[in-house]
């Protein structure tokens, strides 16, 4: 695969999840914001039409994403468009239902099904902020004194950095784009115990009651009840981890 098919793929993986800062990236980078699947056609803007991230679509129509291209199917974004704000951008009546969530094509592009994560969440190296270290101060001249100097404060720079956060996708049932539910950014000091909160507090239409497995873009492993109180992280440590949640049956 040329280089700019790559690109022009993590731009629309990208608007699919709602990364704004990886879409405005590619876009500044010259990325083309009507590039579209060699399958289903799709563009960036009808993946952010249809998984409702306004902020996404606005992003696109201010770069000249082309609200008229159309997928195999003959769809434009406005066609497939979820959300009142995001049918609003793209001039459809708020009053209007969406077409439904069944004629999402079957077919699942590769980046999505099986995306690169560690490139996909975060931005580009060289978008990347550098943290210089800090230069020390210079010392003016005083007079001389017998008195020992003060000492000196040693705090590491690292001090001042919060602490450090993964991002975890969240899946229903299984691994596939239709049951992503959204991310959580997870802390490196929470417990597997914590990050089941943390689901429920931050994940739209969750059960009271599920289980979690760590799935590393092969396999699914349980998280066994035992092991609640061990570190996040410690479990979700791999760049294609991801959490998948499984209800408890009734």
């Known amino acids: 695969m040329r280089q700019e098919d790559a690109r022009e793929e993590a731009l629309r993986e990208a608007a699919a999840v709602g990364n704004a800062k990886v879409v405005q990236h590619y876009l500044t980078a010259g990325v083309n914001v009507d590039a579209q699947n060699r399958v289903n056609k799709w563009t960036a803007l009808h993946w952010a ?5 306004p902020d996404i679509v606005r992003i696109l129509l201010d770069h000249g994403a082309d609200t008229d291209l159309q997928n195999t199917k003959g769809q434009k974004a406005a066609d497939i468009a979820k959300g009142a704000e995001v049918r609003q951008l793209l001039n459809v009546s708020p009053e209007e239902e969406s077409v439904e969530e069944s004629n999402t094509p079957k077919f699942v592009p590769s980046y999505l099904a099986a995306p690169a994560f560690d490139t996909l969440y975060s931005v ?9 270290s800090s230069a020390a101060t210079p010392v003016q001249s005083s007079p001389v004194s017998n008195r020992p100097p003060p000492p000196v404060d040693q705090a590491p720079v690292q001090a001042k950095i919060s602490e450090t956060e993964k991002e975890l996708l969240v899946y229903r049932s299984t691994r596939d784009e239709s049951n992503l539910l959204g991310a959580i950014f997870v802390p490196s000091s929470s417990t597997l115990s914590d990050t089941v909160t943390q689901i429920k507090n ?12 760590r ?8 998280i066994n009840s035992k092991q609640m109180q061990a570190r996040t992280l410690q479990h979700f440590h791999g760049n294609d981890d991801a959490v998948v949640i499984l209800y408890s049956e009734p």
Request: cysteine-free; aromatic content about 6%.
């Open 215 to 222: 799935h590393t873009g092969t396999h699914s492993i349980p």
């Open 49 to 53: 039409a249809q998984r409702s991230h």
């Open 202 to 213: 931050e994940i739209d239409d969750i059960a009271s009651e599920f289980t979690l497995r």
């Open 124 to 132: 580009p190296l060289d978008q990347q902020p550098s943290f210089a």
